[in-house]
């Protein structure tokens, strides 16, 4: 499993989150909504220092990951990081 952040989403995450080199940005499984694989839990994110990291993407000094906890609501497959063209939002996509 690995995490695929897109440039478009990484300019995303500096000017909207303000994540600069040394910050921590979590993709966790959050209660609500809908995914792919899971009903009633969709793809939450925050900045926040990790615990037990299971996948780990550094891209300029910042880390992007997902904790070993998590690791089950992505059921196998890869996280694709994108920005949607007509939203200009983060999109999520997940292959195998």
């Known amino acids: 499993m690995k995490i ?3 440039d478009e989403a990484l300019s995303w995450f500096k000017a909207e989150m ?6 921590y940005i979590r993709f966790f499984a959050r209660y609500g909504g809908s ?5 009633a839990f ?3 994110l925050n900045r926040e220092k990790p615990h037990d990291i299971g996948v780990e993407t550094v891209i300029d000094g ?3 990951y997902i904790e070993k906890d998590d690791e089950w609501f992505f059921n196998g497959h890869d996280l694709y990081v994108s920005i949607d063209p007509n939203t200009e939002e983060l999109k999520y ?3 195998k």
Do not use: R
Not at 18 to 23: C, K, V
């Open 4 to 6: 695929v952040i897109s």
């Open 62 to 64: 910042i880390h992007f």
């Open 35 to 39: 995914s792919p694989f899971h009903e």
């Open 42 to 44: 969709s793809l939450g």
């Open 93 to 95: 996509s997940y292959q």
């Open 18 to 23: 303000d994540a600069t080199a040394g910050d």
